[in-house]
């Protein structure tokens, strides 16, 4: 009775993972053989639109050295009325006492953002990363968006398709393990298995 239960949830996790698990292969052979056709266009969209950001500009011109912390890329962001909160990996800098520069980056869109808090504009540079970039990006990714729940929903789909990969190989030993005319073959390939994990593994902490 356990061991069907165990198959049972071994197939169906496995179906029900298998958009996944493609999508991480497919986005493997990506990061290791980036074909030419695997690039994105180099097609970009630049626009100019004013930004008001409330108490950073004194009346004499200058910006406090307070707010130089204070302002951010959610800050930003929602001064621009666009966007949302929903960009997973962004980062932000002063580039010079009157500008401030932010890159933004979501699985099929990239987003640099000059802000010249003075003048009251921001400039924006869009570039959409193409649909091999977005299978990359999606590779492993946590992406949780405010703005759309069915877009956060990722995030669950990865987890749940961790604990299966996880339970299918623990699984697969288990049901291995009543064949017992494979047994010599299936510990000759865990013994192999293993030894070159481990000895790559030793590599890489010994020799970088």
């Known amino acids: 009775?356990?061991?069907?239960?165990?198959l049972n949830v071994h197939i169906y996790g496995g179906l029900l993972c298998f958009s996944?698990?493609?999508?991480?292969?497919?986005?493997?052979?990506?990061?290791?053989?980036?074909?030419?056709?695997?690039?994105?266009?180099?097609a970009?969209?630049?626009?100019?639109?004013?930004?008001?950001i409330p108490a950073l500009v004194k009346a004499d011109g200058r910006i406090p050295a307070d707010a130089m912390q204070r302002l951010n890329n959610a800050a930003i962001l929602?001064?621009?009325?666009?966007?949302?909160?929903?960009?997973?990996?962004?980062?932000?800098?002063?580039?010079?006492?009157?500008?401030?520069?932010?890159?933004?980056?979501?699985?099929?869109?990239?987003?640099?953002?000059?802000?010249q808090p003075n003048q009251g504009t921001a400039t924006i540079t869009q570039r959409?990363?193409?649909?091999?970039?977005?299978?990359?990006?999606l590779h492993g990714s946590y992406f949780v968006y405010a703005d759309?729940?069915?877009?956060?929903?990722?995030?669950?789909?990865?987890?749940?398709?961790?604990f299966v990969v996880m339970f299918a190989g623990i699984s697969g030993v288990y049901l291995w393990t009543a064949r017992r005319l494979e047994r010599r073959t299936g510990l000759l390939m865990i013994g192999i298995a293993g030894v070159v994990s481990v000895t790559l593994m030793l590599l890489v902490t010994f020799h970088g």
């Open 1 to 6: 009775m356990l061991r069907k239960f165990v």
């Open 148 to 162: 759309s729940i069915f877009a956060s929903t990722w995030s669950w789909y990865t987890d749940l398709c961790t």
């Open 128 to 137: 959409r990363t193409g649909f091999w970039t977005l299978i990359r990006d």
């Open 44 to 52: 970009e969209k630049t626009w100019t639109q004013p930004i008001s």
């Open 20 to 42: 996944y698990l493609i999508l991480f292969g497919i986005s493997v052979l990506n990061f290791n053989h980036p074909f030419a056709f695997t690039k994105p266009p180099a």
């Open 78 to 115: 929602h001064a621009m009325r666009s966007f949302a909160e929903s960009y997973p990996y962004s980062s932000g800098s002063w580039t010079s006492p009157g500008a401030y520069h932010a890159h933004l980056v979501r699985p099929g869109k990239e987003y640099d953002i000059d802000v």
